[in-house]
């Protein structure tokens, strides 16, 4: 799948984003190593500490499925900026891939490319160093 391919899937998630707080909308669509896409938007609750990323809702999404093997993920908001992933979201990532690729674009089509491990460089190792398959 195309970098091009995985951000229109991101933005189209964002589409079904709820957001009535912050009105800020995110979508975000995550590639396996297997070329399957998994897509999550983010949802608020008026208690705010409740809402779940766009991120994480994708990853939800692609463990749900059997799918532990994560590539790339895009995320696409409504911000002038490229948006990277909170540090919770990196994380998460992180216990599935940390060196994922992280596209970042704005609705305007502005992307910036990252690694995870650029992102998020020095992630919580303890459980990390004792799994085999990360």
């Given at each position: 799948?195309?970098?091009r391919e995985l951000m229109a899937a991101a933005a189209k998630a964002r589409e079904n984003a709820y957001a009535p707080y912050s009105q800020f909308t995110v979508g975000a669509a995550l590639l396996?190593?297997?070329?399957?896409?998994?897509?999550?938007?983010?949802?608020?609750?008026?208690?705010?500490g409740l809402t779940i990323c766009a991120e994480r809702s994708?990853?939800?999404?692609?463990i749900t499925a059997g799918h532990r093997d994560l590539e790339a993920i895009a995320i696409a908001t409504n911000s002038e900026k490229p948006a990277v992933p909170c540090g919770a979201c990196r994380q998460?990532?992180?216990?599935?891939?940390?060196?994922m690729k992280v596209l970042a674009a704005t609705m305007d089509g502005e992307v910036e490319q990252f690694s995870l491990r650029d992102l998020l460089p020095l992630p919580t190792q303890g459980l990390l160093e004792k799994r085999q398959d990360v």
């Open positions: 799948m195309k970098d396996s190593k297997d070329g399957k896409v998994f897509v999550g938007s983010n949802v608020e609750n008026v208690s705010f994708a990853i939800a999404a692609a998460v990532m992180a216990e599935f891939n940390p060196s």
